[in-house]
């Protein structure tokens, strides 16, 4: 297992690099992708949900925080 997480940018990038393989030339979507996805990027995977699933709790804080005019 990693031993730190990823950070936000790096987990962006690891998103836009999916993503980015189920896109075709045009730019469209594809309607199915088979991905080849190495132990690397399932432990990635594995930590960002956990990530997400403790922010969850406090998305309405921070959602306020981050929309919070100075």
């Known amino acids: 297992m990693r031993k730190e997480p990823l950070s936000m940018l790096a987990q962006s990038e690891l ?6 393989r189920c896109v075709m ?12 996805i190495d132990d690397e990027a ?18 309405d804080r921070i959602r306020a925080m981050v929309m919070a005019q100075p």
């Open 42 to 59: 399932v432990d990635d995977l594995v930590h960002l949900a956990n990530r997400l699933r403790r922010l969850a709790l406090f998305e």
């Open 15 to 20: 998103i836009d690099a999916l993503i980015g």
């Open 25 to 36: 030339h045009g730019g469209a979507a594809a309607g199915e992708a088979l991905l080849l």
